[in-house]
Structures are given as structure tokens and as C-alpha cells.
């Protein structure tokens, strides 16, 4: 049961446009929401965060949108530049009863942003 | 400062091997977190520890896998008898506190069981 849904698997967007990354989930426990960015042989590195609360997020080239009715989220960078080629991951947030935040991940979007 | 270190950076073991795996998390993070990354797949969580005890194994696949953290800081991924299953980048993360959301990767140890 994918808790956390990433139904694209890949993305190429031309430089200077607007990337779109979206990602779908069906838990309403989920109280936090994070974008990572993965390079190859790398660990993931947080990006943008969102809580629930809040249905926008911004930083610099980046934001994030959730539509809590819809259980939907979206990564906008604008404008894209080739360092932004990467694996994206959606990632969503639970208070365990343990008292640690759990992380749940999507599958990916590997996105290519094309000179 | 240093970031997330996790050694070896690749193991290849035979099928029914032991294998040890080693995360050395941000110094001052008080709560680690071990997941594993099937190919195609995003991480998913294994354990996680605050402090020296392991709070949540609830991801823990089956009792051949076991993780230690002595002293709070250095942990240690075990896994017994290994299965060509086990095959995955194995991720260790570190966040300053157990409630915090953002938690800081290591760049994994690819593991290889043939």
C-alpha cells in the first residue's frame, strides 16, 4: 500500500522554465510534508518543507503547494537550471507513538533539465 | 561541519553471510534513523534510535536484522544470513532531535548479496 505516490518517474523541462513535480498521498495523519533531492551516490538532501497547516511554502527558485481536499502537492522550481538534474523525492511526515517524526517516501520523479 | 559518514560505501557478500554496516551521524543529533532504498523505490524506514535505545524497529523486515547504538552516537546496521533480497542502498540519517522533520542523509552503503 503506497501511503505516498509519485506517478511520474521522470521529467525533462527545457532551462529557464518552470518544473512541476507532483506527488499524491492518501494518509491524513501526515502532518508534515518534505521535497529531496537526490544526486548519484548521494544521500538525499532536504530541499523545502511544508506543514499542514500552511498550503504554501517558498524559497528562492523553490516552492512547494498542498492541497490537503485533494491530499496533493506540488514542487515548483522556476526558473530550472541544470543543477537542478536530480531524483526528487516526496517525502510526508507522521508523529510516531514513539515520539519521532516518521518519514514516509515516494518513489521518485528523476528530473532533467535540458541546456 | 561533517555530515551523515556511513562505511563501507559498498559491500558485496555472499548469500548467507553476516554483514556489519556503519553510520557516524552529526555530532550532537540525538536521534538516527536507518532506512533502505530497493532500486526504483524510495527509502523506507527500518529503526530508529534516540539516544542509545532503539525507540521504533517497527520497519524492521524479520529478526535476521538487528541495529545497536552503544553510546548514543555510532550505530551499527547487522544483518544475519543474508538473502539476495537484502540487496539495497542501506541510508542512515541523523536529526538534532526526535521531533524534528528534517533529517540529515548519509550517502549509503550499497549492499550486494550474490
Known amino acids: 500500500d503506497q501511503q505516498v505516490k509519485q506517478n511520474s518517474p521522470s521529467l525533462s523541462v527545457q532551462e529557464g522554465r518552470i518544473s512541476i513535480l507532483n506527488c499524491d498521498y492518501t494518509?491524513?495523519?501526515?502532518?508534515?510534508f518534505l521535497w529531496y533531492k537526490k544526486y548519484p551516490a548521494e544521500g538525499p538532501t532536504f530541499l523545502i518543507s511544508?506543514?499542514?497547516?500552511?498550503d504554501k511554502n517558498e524559497d528562492g527558485r523553490f516552492t512547494v503547494f498542498l492541497n490537503k481536499s485533494a491530499k496533493h502537492l506540488s514542487l515548483h522550481i522556476v526558473p530550472s537550471q541544470p543543477g537542478d538534474s536530480a531524483v526528487y523525492f516526496c517525502?510526508?511526515?507522521?508523529?510516531?507513538?514513539?515520539?519521532?517524526?516518521?518519514?514516509?517516501f515516494g518513489t521518485g520523479t528523476r528530473l532533467t533539465i535540458i541546456p | 561541519g561533517a555530515g551523515v559518514s556511513q562505511t563501507p560505501s559498498n559491500k558485496v557478500t555472499e548469500k548467507g553471510k553476516y554483514v556489519e554496516l556503519r553510520c557516524d551521524p552529526i555530532?550532537?543529533?540525538?536521534?538516527l534513523y536507518w532506512y533502505r532504498q530497493s532500486l526504483g523505490q524510495g527509502p523506507e524506514f527500518l529503526i530508529y534510535f534516540q539516544g542509545t535505545g532503539a525507540a521504533d524497529d517497527s520497519g524492521l523486515p524479520n529478526d535476521r536484522f538487528f541495529a545497536v547504538r552503544p553510546e548514543g552516537s555510532v550505530s551499527t546496521l547487522k544483518i544475519q544470513r543474508t538473502e539476495r533480497g537484502d540487496s539495497a542502498v542501506y541510508l542512515c540519517a541523523s536529526s538534532y532531535f526526535a521531533g524534528s522533520n528534517e533529517q540529515f542523509f548519509g550517502p549509503g552503503t550499497r549492499l550486494t548479496v550474490l
Open positions: 517525502a510526508a511526515s507522521e508523529r510516531s507513538n514513539f515520539g519521532n517524526e516518521k518519514l514516509t
Open positions: 511544508i506543514s499542514s497547516i500552511k
Open positions: 555530532s550532537g543529533h540525538t536521534a
Open positions: 494518509n491524513s495523519m501526515f502532518d508534515y
